[in-house]
């Protein structure tokens, strides 16, 4: 399931059609103003080719629904499914305000599961999470193949609320980063780790120096060490100043990687997600190499990384709009 999640994640579903990025298949635009959409024979059609979805005519009388919106039950955040598929088309659409982007379910506006309309901060990013939705299949709703719109709901609902519960929380763990800790050189069993960890994460340490103003501290004891007191504060300054969507994406990343600086490394376009990947996998990956891959269990665990990964590096990327 992980695995699917990640190539439905990076598959390509951009299409150009009359001037216009869209999705690919049932996914149209909708249109800002919220035109009612015409008949195949119809008048106008609109001059950029546009399908735009309008209220069945029938639903008025038997929906249970909101008439204009949709929220997504509590159980959307941690259930494996959450209900059958009860809409067409999932599409994108301006917000009402001109501040955003929402994404429509068929003609309703799709809302977090704490009721609040679900607006985001770029096109690129309603698009993507438009896609997810698209995905879907008839028999239900999978929430565990929807990472972007999961991390949509923690950066709209959960961190404005908790911001300084989550940034005591990262920096609480960060002096015990997986970065700063460093195996022994004395045995066998570990100078093979110690010389990867020497060639890969000593850059990261040297970028650590020259980003913050202070040289890290590297230990080689479970139980980790003390930084510097002005590097403790200089990360801090850093996450203190990120959009609620940029700190969501940090904490999940760092939750995934057991680590502060690799997340902080790729928000600061220092690292890419192979190469964190990389690093996060660096000491596992050698007892792999020595003493095998066990089935089930190791490639699990690398599907699992790859798509926590994955997903938070795409969402922090679409949300500034790249």
Known sequence: MATLAARRLLLPRWVAAGGRGRLLGTAAEASPGGEEARGAGGEGGG???????KKPAAAAAVT???????????????GSVVGKRFYRDATVRLADDGNGWTVMLDYRTLK????RPL???????????AAEWEYQESDGIRPFTMPLMKLACTALERVPLTRTKVIDNLMKKFHQDLVFCRSPADSELTIGVHQKQKEKI???LDWVNTEFGFKPVVYTTFFGGKQNEGLTKAV????????????ASIDAMAAAAHSLVI?????????????????IRLEEDHQVDRWGLVEGGHDVDIADLKVQMSSAVVFLGLSRGV
């Open 47 to 53: 001059s950029d080719g546009a399908i735009y979805v």
């Open 64 to 78: 249970t629904r909101d008439e204009t919106s949709v929220a997504m039950p509590t159980s959307f955040m941690t």
């Open 112 to 115: 977090s599961p704490a009721k």
């Open 119 to 129: 607006k985001l901060p770029s096109r690129a990013l309603a698009m993507a999470i």
């Open 202 to 204: 000593d850059p990261i």
């Open 236 to 247: 801090e300054t850093v996450l203190k100043k990120t959009t609620d969507c940029e700190l």
């Open 263 to 279: 997340p902080l490394a790729i928000f600061k376009e220092r690292l890419g997600i192979e190469e964190a990947i990389e690093l």
